[in-house]
């Protein structure tokens, strides 16, 4: 079965009391860039993007963030 990675970005900006802004100036990313993240306008995401976000949102556990999940689940 094929799997598809599941970004979790959108219930931890819900969880936060950040707005997109503050994260993305506090992780050091482009405003556009975590706004195509959560459109799922991306084919990937840089490893480096990742760990800044996962430092923003204080990230123990790459899967508090990303998953794998079944295609046929989305």
């Known amino acids: 079965m094929t799997k598809n990675v599941n970004f979790k970005l959108k219930e931890l900006i819900s969880n936060s009391n950040m707005t997109q802004k503050e994260i993305a100036s506090k ?22 993007t990742l760990e800044k976000l996962a430092n923003v949102f204080n990230i123990q556990d790459i ?9 046929t689940a989305n």
């Open 27 to 48: 992780a050091g990313i482009r405003e556009n860039t975590l706004s195509d993240l959560l459109k799922n306008d991306k084919k990937g995401i840089r490893f480096s």
């Open 63 to 71: 899967n508090e963030i990303i998953t794998l999940v079944d295609e």
